[in-house]
């Protein structure tokens, strides 16, 4: 049986990165669409100016992972599923940190 040339590390890490990307996306689409307000004000005030939303945008971002790591996982990728498993646990480490530098 050969194997799945998309079944790398490298390649499942590259899709969580974009899953958490396009999680961001539409979380600050629809944010924008239910305030009134553009995609750049949510990304400049809401995530760079305020310390008490990035660890909630970035769990957001997160859970945006799942549906690639189910895929891989619904197709036996295991290297794609660890690739985007890192990326997960990276996030997570990120939002551990940031709310323990939260006053």
Do not use: N
Not at 44 to 65: H, M, N
Not at 79 to 93: D, N, Q, S
């Amino acid at each position: 049986m050969q194997a799945d040339r998309r079944d790398t590390f490298g390649i499942g890490a590259a899709a969580g990165l974009l899953s958490a990307g396009i999680g961001y996306l539409l979380l600050g689409l629809l944010w924008g669409v239910a305030q009134g307000e553009s995609l750049g004000y949510f990304h400049r005030e809401v995530f760079l100016g305020s310390p008490l939303f990035k660890d909630r945008i970035l769990s957001v971002c997160t859970l945006a992972i799942v549906p690639a790591f189910h895929l891989a996982y619904g197709r036996k990728w295991d290297r794609f599923a660890k690739g985007t498993l890192f990326v997960m646990i990276a996030l997570v480490m990120a939002i551990v940190w940031l709310q323990m530098e939260a006053p």
